[in-house]
């Protein structure tokens, strides 16, 4: 089965400065896609960022992007000129390119405060 | 558009009651979820939907039934409540093979 760990349980980052947040994931497979998601306070969870396997560039979101290392296993989220709108817990999910729809295997999340 | 409306947004239950939490999309999405989140953890699957009239079993369906008789709706049913069934939950839809929107999630007890 696929494992998805996100070993910081909380991270903290000034207003403005940039923060990496790790994941990392366990599979045998070589199709897949890696996702990290956002849940606010309001708890409506929002997908940030997308990264299919496949692909050797890294995906990039405006302020986010991620860094994304097939050998390793990691896939880390990094925001840049974090705001106080960024606060929140973040969630790397993994999901297999092929087969059925069966959802997102997802982190425990990390914690991001952002201090002004 | 409302996206993905989940009702309600709290509720207690007694030990062995049921109910059913609602789920209804308006954006025509084939693909409908159920995740449940325990406090301190992320998403784990119960069901989910690749249209109507077709469901399939998640990481952790004991205890839950679903149901989809139109695009629009994805009602979970708890038969028999139980104290480890005390979670938030929460409803998403997709059009491939990954949530993409999420509903506001039910905020549930069972004491």
């Known amino acids: 089965a696929q494992t998805v760990t996100q070993s910081q349980p909380e991270m903290s980052v000034q207003e403005a400065e940039t923060v990496t947040l790790s994941c990392t994931y366990d599979?045998?497979?070589?199709?897949?896609?890696l996702f990290w998601y956002k849940q606010p306070p309001s708890r409506q969870m929002i997908l940030v960022i997308r990264?299919?396997?496949?692909?050797?560039q890294n995906a990039t979101e405006n302020r986010f992007s991620v860094n994304f290392q097939k050998a390793a296993k990691s896939f880390s989220l990094k925001i840049s000129d974090s705001q106080l709108g960024d606060a929140a817990m973040y969630f790397c999910?993994?999901?297999?390119?092929?087969?059925?729809?069966?959802?997102?295997?997802f982190g425990k999340g990390t914690h991001l405060i952002i201090q002004p | 558009n409302a996206g993905v409306t989940q009702t309600p947004k709290f509720r207690i239950l007694k030990i062995g009651q049921s109910m059913t939490l609602q789920c209804a999309q308006d954006?025509?999405?084939?693909?409908m979820y159920w995740y449940r989140q325990d406090p301190g953890m992320g998403l784990k699957l119960i069901y989910y939907?690749?249209?109507?009239?077709?469901?399939d079993k998640g990481e952790v369906p004991n205890g839950y039934n679903v149901s989809r008789s139109t695009t629009e709706d994805f009602p979970l049913r708890l038969e028999l409540a139980a104290p480890s069934q005390t979670s938030v939950y929460f409803c998403?839809?997709?059009?491939?093979?990954?949530?993409?929107?999420f509903g506001d999630g039910t905020r549930l007890s069972i004491l």
């Open positions: 599979t045998s497979e070589s199709d897949y896609y």
């Open positions: 939907s690749v249209g109507a009239g077709i469901t």
């Open positions: 990264q299919e396997a496949y692909k050797q």
């Open positions: 998403a839809v997709g059009v491939s093979h990954q949530p993409q929107h």
């Open positions: 999910a993994y999901r297999e390119g092929s087969g059925g729809a069966d959802g997102l295997t």
């Open positions: 954006m025509n999405h084939n693909y």
